[in-house]
């Protein structure tokens, strides 16, 4: 497994997603099972929010690491309209009730919205000063927001990122990485849609032996400074995430993923999901 530096943490560049986890009670114990063998394999980042089934994804989090906090770096979201002072406190406390902890090691804004981000920032820090979350940071955030956010103590920065969501590598993720802001991919297997079907992933995996899902994260994390989250609630989907952390592609594999979805030339609006 390859490890990035995240919020004064060492953590490995493929982690675990919740979102879809908490919403139907009977898969309520697959999906602790699956982040139990997640972490078991070293996929010891998981990255949920107070709006995955409403508190619902949280509560599963709990639930899987129970008694294994310590081996776990934590990562929730504020909904943007809880993102004011008083929000912020009240939201974060709902999560750590629900995550079964009394600390989050890394709280996100999850999207802009209503409230000024120095107010959010406050309240984030204030979290800070009490203990109750480690560090703070943002998603779904484009250089123009994070230049205007202009803050050092921003651990991170989660968007959209695969190789059919390319934009963010025109700008974004070259401006990030010369500040050395890491970033957090999400919907790194582009949820599982064509992109797992392609040919091109296909002729690669077959290459190295591997899968198209774990060649799409490999290519994700690619670059230092990049953490993937899959969210995985299949046994055997887990166990392939965490054998992508020692797939390691080569230049002819990158140029090929480069001719079937070509990088991007020119600025394109976040894309988000
Ligand atoms: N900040 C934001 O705004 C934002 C937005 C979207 C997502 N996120 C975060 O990012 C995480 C990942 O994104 P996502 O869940 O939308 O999509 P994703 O991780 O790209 O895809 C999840 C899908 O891939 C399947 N899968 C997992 N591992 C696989 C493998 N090795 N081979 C084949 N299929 C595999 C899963 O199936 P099974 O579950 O059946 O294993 C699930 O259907 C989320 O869970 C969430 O934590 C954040």
């Known amino acids: 497994m390859r490890y990035v530096k995240l919020a004064g943490s060492s953590v490995p560049a493929i982690g675990q997603g919740t979102w879809y986890m908490g919403e139907n009670p009977h898969r309520k114990a697959a999906e602790v099972a699956a982040l139990q063998q997640g972490i078991e394999l070293g996929l010891t980042l998981?990255?949920?929010a107070e709006m995955y089934a409403e508190g619902g994804a949280e509560e599963v989090v709990g639930q899987a690491i129970a008694g294994r906090r310590d081996q776990v770096f934590l990562v929730s979201k504020v909904y943007p309209h809880n993102a004011s002072q008083r929000g912020v406190p009240a939201a974060c406390e709902r999560s750590l009730k629900?995550?079964?902890?009394?600390?989050?090691?890394?709280?996100?804004?999850?999207?802009?919205?209503?409230?000024?981000?120095?107010?959010?920032?406050?309240?984030f820090e204030r979290l800070r000063e009490q203990g109750k979350i480690r560090r703070w940071g943002v998603s779904n955030f484009d250089v123009d927001d994070l230049r205007e956010l202009d803050d050092a103590n921003c651990a991170t920065n989660q968007v959209l990122y695969n190789p059919t969501q390319r934009g963010i590598e025109f700008d974004l993720l070259p401006w990030s990485q010369k500040r050395g802001l890491?970033?957090?991919a999400y919907c790194p297997l582009a949820q599982a849609g064509q992109?797992?079907?392609?040919?091109?992933?296909?002729?690669i995996a077959e290459r190295h032996g591997a899968t198209p899902a774990q060649v799409s994260l490999a290519w994700v994390t690619r670059n230092d400074g990049v953490v993937a989250i899959p969210k995985a609630v299949t046994p055997e989907h887990v166990r392939l995430n965490a054998a992508a952390g020692v797939l390691s592609l080569n230049s002819e594999d990158l140029r090929a993923i480069d001719r079937a979805f070509p990088a991007p030339t020119r600025k394109q609006p976040l894309a988000m999901v």
């Not at 804004?109 to 120095?118: I, S």
């Not at 992109?195 to 002729?203: C, D, N, P, Y």
């Open 195 to 203: 992109l797992l079907q392609h040919s091109v992933l296909s002729e």
């Open 182 to 184: 890491p970033t957090m």
């Open 46 to 48: 998981i990255d949920t």
């Open 98 to 123: 629900r995550l079964g902890t009394d600390c989050i090691d890394l709280y996100l804004l999850h999207w802009r919205g209503q409230y000024p981000l120095e107010e959010t920032v406050e309240a």
